[in-house]
């Protein structure tokens, strides 16, 4: 079993065990009573290039990367150094995530944040805008055409921003299918958690004028970036493993570096 399929089957038992700890029905009343959200597409209209810092303590392919972490400083950290918006892992089992930490991420700084977990179930997607999210990681991988496009249109109707994740050309036509307007190229096979970063390039062949792209995974140097960022439509960067293993000095140094080199 592939490692993709693994963390599919934990979350279909772990989102079974929410429904009935907390019924969509209460989400529901407690997100009548949510603030207004912050604009996570505006992030990419209103800059040539910009840098997603994810907030990750482990993963299945690096094991532990950050133990004891403190959410606020580490949001703080990254909107100081100039990160334009941070992702949040929220999976437990594998990640070592929490969903809590998108509220307390939210409350320690003013950036608009994206939350990455594995979205196999609607309730997923109301449980996030109750969790304060901005925007929403659908994986093309882990779904159909038909859900891929029913996520993408629920999550704007709860007035949260789609990103669908792709590293196939299957999941390129997904992505364009469903109408997203940003499409975020995973250098990571999810199936063997591999680095390839030789797919980007052919990807984007596929990608129309019109959407954002933000390139994933696997950057562990700045040079890295040279090898990805090769066209005008690549507007983000979206990083975790590389700045939690940084001092606030380095992230500082890096995201200056990098809005430098690839921004305007």
């Given amino acids: 079993m592939s490692i993709l399929k693994k ?6 038992a772990e989102v079974k065990l929410k429904k009935e700890k907390m019924p969509v029905e209460k989400l529901l009343e407690d997100i009548t009573k949510s603030p207004a959200n912050r604009n996570f597409r505006d992030v990419f209209e209103n800059n040539d290039f910009s840098v997603i810092a994810e907030i990750k303590k482990k993963s299945p392919s690096k094991g532990v990367i950050k133990a004891g972490i ?6 703080e950290t990254y909107e100081d150094c100039g990160a334009r918006a941070l992702s949040v892992v929220t999976d437990k089992k594998f990640f070592d995530g929490r969903l809590e930490y998108i509220d307390e991420a939210k409350r320690n700084c003013g950036l608009p944040i994206l939350r990455k977990d594995f979205i196999i179930d609607e309730y997923q997607i109301y449980e996030s805008r109750w969790a304060r999210a901005d925007a929403v990681l659908v994986i093309a991988a882990a779904l159909e055409k038909k859900q891929v496009n029913q996520f993408v249109k629920k999550i704007r109707f709860l007035n949260m921003t789609p990103i669908v994740e792709v590293h196939s050309g299957d999941d390129m036509a997904k992505a364009i299918s469903s109408g997203t307007d940003i499409i975020g190229i995973n250098t990571r096979d999810l199936k063997t958690f591999k680095i390839n970063f030789g797919g980007v390039k ?15 995974s696997g950057i562990q140097q700045i040079s890295d970036l040279d090898a990805l960022v090769t066209d005008s439509r690549i507007k983000g960067a979206l990083i975790g493993t590389m700045f939690m293993k940084m001092s606030e000095k380095e992230i500082k140094e890096a995201i200056s570096r990098i809005n430098s080199k690839f921004g305007s």
């Avoid at 963390?7 to 279909?12: H, Q, R, S």
């Fill in 7 to 12: 963390i599919i089957k934990a979350k279909k």
């Fill in 202 to 216: 052919s990807l984007m062949k596929n990608v129309p004028r019109d959407k954002y792209v933000i390139i994933e």
């Fill in 70 to 75: 403190s959410v606020k400083k580490i949001a």
